[in-house]
């Protein structure tokens, strides 16, 4: 217990820090002594030099972000300092060892070049370093601000790439307008020590004018002596003051003036500066020529050439030692390579999803150009998460010359999927309702759903509009068909590391489920077949809580993927027919005859790779006869032909429906919820 009470240091700096702040304020009332005043002044001093050398060796702005608010601390202490020095010289005639010590020592005991020298400082300070700091601190805050969005838009096409993960692109955006707000800080901020200077110089005249008064007045001194007195101590307050001042003036100018790099400034000067030997050898040689002129002090030029030469001939042969041994690394390197086969594995690589484009669709990806397929396939990647419930991996864009100029390539696992030409600076106007498109322009057909389209300049794209034809820009052509594409064989791009992903998702907020489920219940790889049977079947998985409860309920019961799927189906019921109701919350299906759910229920055979019907091939024909009659004669709600039948020959009958019929929806009657109405609107017989 005694150690849980003793101070930590660590743990309570921001206490510190406030009440030291605290204190500043209250300096400028309460009186000091000589020698506390010392002591805050030689503080003051030596925190200065520490804030300069810290910028020294910063590599980038946001390793010292706090130096806004830490210039503003510094000039309020400075300004106490001076008050209270103030109130000492003038109150008492003296101003402690430092001020004595700079009054005499560091001008001589002349008030007259102290005071000048003083003028110079803050000349420095005001006129050079504090407003060339605050200007540069003005543009580099501007240029930030103008470059942030090119900045973003670059952090989101690494992103969308793959280059980074989401938790390096949230970094980076935060790093990025963490590196804004510095910026516009320090353009502020400069106008403290701006402030600061005038402040030097009047409290330096009210000082030498108000030390005379007081020193004839009150101590009975000669205008001489007060003069003499008041002068020196005076002037040795406002160097003892200006130099901390000019200090971290000079460290706001190193800081905002620094590029980001990887070392610091000292690694940096020396590596830049003597990086080109010859330069030092030419000035070597001027240097030379100069302590030739008679008037020109000899010697000191002379030590100026000889010390360049040297420097420029160390160098120059450090350099050639480095290409030396730079030259033996390469040559081993060369006989490793030749003598070690060539590396092939990261040629075995399969992007899960790609996108290879012609080479004359690259601007609708060069962002620079007002390019936005790298932000629409992000928000394709958002739309398959919220409406299907699946994570889509980074997809890759690359551009083949092996392609036509206008043509793009979705490839799933290196795989050709599905292809389309799209032209840039046209618009695509579609015939969905077939009455034909009187419009001139390439004529084409539409990539998705295989309408007839044609391709207008944009100077028609108002005309087909005021017509009532569809139109739509190249890059939603070509999302669109990514987005359809990525539904239809969401199934494919589910692999167990996608699984693992929604798990861990799942898992922070209901953890109990998945405890329950995973590993004592069921595997992984039979988790990842259940949602691949329910998203081939365009089901939604997004409600993991509600598919791992069922899994968890049944699965001690049996390991059937098959019939885990349709228990899982059975409870997803409302999310199965949210989109195939109508207003009146009814369905429109067909129904098998009972003779084929009896002849399929009776054909039925078990394989490792499910359930499959057993029909002959006549059979089998007059049934699809049958529903693609049903489907000409019928009308459905949204277009989705739907049917009807048992719960026991269901995942069957899709089976042998989902090759010819792709779009057909096959519901149980335990998939429908109860609320909700059946409209039989045909039956499929043979």
């Not at 805050?40 to 925190?47: E, I």
């Not at 799927?565 to 005859?593: A, P, W």
């Amino acid at each position: 217990m005694a150690n849980d009470k003793k101070f930590n240091l660590s743990k309570s700096t921001d206490i510190i820090v406030a009440v030291a702040v605290i204190l500043i304020v209250l300096m400028i009332i309460i009186p000091l002594k000589t020698w506390m005043l010392d002591i805050l002044l030689a503080f003051n001093l030596s925190f200065s030099l520490t804030i300069m050398l810290l910028t020294m060796f910063t590599t980038e702005v946001l390793e010292f972000s706090i130096f806004p608010t830490l210039l503003l601390i510094t000039t309020l202490f400075r300004l106490g300092l001076n008050i209270s020095s103030t109130r000492l010289i003038l109150g008492q005639a003296q101003g402690g060892k430092i001020i004595e010590a700079f009054g005499n020592f560091v001008v001589g005991g002349n008030y007259v070049v102290g005071f000048i020298l003083f003028i110079i400082i803050v000349i420095i300070q005001f006129v050079v370093i504090t407003n060339g700091a605050g200007r540069v601190a003005e543009v580099a805050a501007r240029f930030t601000l103008d470059a942030m969005p090119g900045k973003q838009m670059s952090i989101d096409a690494d992103l969308n790439a793959g280059i980074i993960s989401e938790a390096e692109a949230k970094d980076r955006r935060k790093k990025l307008q963490l590196e804004a707000d510095f910026y516009g800080a320090m353009d502020g901020a400069s106008k403290f020590v701006k402030g600061d200077a005038i402040a030097g110089i009047v409290i330096v005249v009210i000082n030498i004018l108000g030390g005379i008064v007081i020193g004839i007045l009150f101590h009975n001194m000669s205008a001489m002596e007060a003069l003499t007195r008041y002068a020196l101590l005076t002037v040795g307050d406002g160097l003892v003051s200006q130099i901390p001042a000019l200090l971290i003036s000079t460290a706001s100018g190193i800081i905002v003036t620094r590029s980001a790099s990887d070392t610091s400034f000292g690694k940096e000067f020396t590596k830049q500066i003597t990086s080109y030997p010859k330069v030092l050898a030419i000035s070597s040689g001027i240097l030379f020529l100069l302590s030739l002129i008679p008037s020109l002090p000899k010697a000191a030029f002379l030590f100026m050439s000889v010390l360049c030469g040297g420097l420029s001939y160390f160098l120059i042969k450090e350099e050639k030692q480095k290409e030396a041994i730079k030259e033996v690394a390469m040559t081993k390197n060369t006989k490793v390579e030749k003598s070690e086969p060539e590396n092939v594995i990261h040629l075995l690589n399969v992007e899960p999803l790609e996108i290879e484009i012609g080479y004359g669709l690259i601007p609708l990806a060069d962002m620079a150009n007002g390019g936005d397929l790298l932000d629409r396939i992000a928000g394709v990647r958002r739309q398959c998460a919220i409406e299907m419930g699946i994570i889509v991996q980074p997809i890759r864009i690359r551009d083949n010359l092996q392609l036509a100029t206008n043509e793009y390539c979705i490839k799933i696992k290196g795989i050709p999927v599905g292809k389309g030409e799209i032209f840039c600076n046209h618009y695509l106007a579609i015939d969905a309702t077939g009455e034909g498109i009187n419009i001139d322009g390439i004529k084409t057909v539409e990539p998705t759903f295989g309408l007839p389209a044609v391709w207008i300049p944009e100077s028609r794209k108002e005309e087909a509009e005021f017509n009532g034809i569809t139109v739509v820009d190249p890059t939603t052509v070509l999302v669109t068909h990514l987005t359809e594409i990525i539904k239809s064989h969401s199934y494919e791009l589910l692999g167990r590391q996608e699984v693992k992903m929604l798990i861990d998702n799942l898992k922070e907020n209901y953890s109990a489920v998945v405890e329950e489920l995973i590993p004592n219940i069921l595997t992984l790889g039979e988790i990842q077949k259940v949602l691949q049977n329910l998203l081939k079947e365009r089901v939604p998985i997004r409600d993991l809580v509600t598919i791992f409860e069922t899994l968890a309920d049944n699965g001690v019961n049996t390991k059937d993927v098959e019939l885990l799927t349709e228990y899982v189906r059975f409870s997803l019921g409302r999310t199965i027919c949210k989109n195939l109701v109508d207003e009146n919350n009814c369905i429109r299906v067909l129904t098998l005859h009972p003779e084929i759910e009896q002849l399929i229920g009776d054909s039925i055979q078990k394989t490792y790779q499910g359930s499959y019907p057993a029909l002959d091939p006549d059979t089998t024909k007059r049934i699809f006869e049958s529903i693609k009659m049903c489907i000409e004669t019928s009308n459905f709600n949204n277009g989705q032909p739907v049917v009807l039948c048992s719960p026991r020959i269901r995942p069957v009958f899709r089976k042998l429906t989902e090759i010819v019929f792709q779009n057909l929806t096959v519901l149980s009657m335990n998939e429908i919820p109860t609320d909700v109405q059946i409209e039989t609107v045909g039956m499929v017989a043979i």
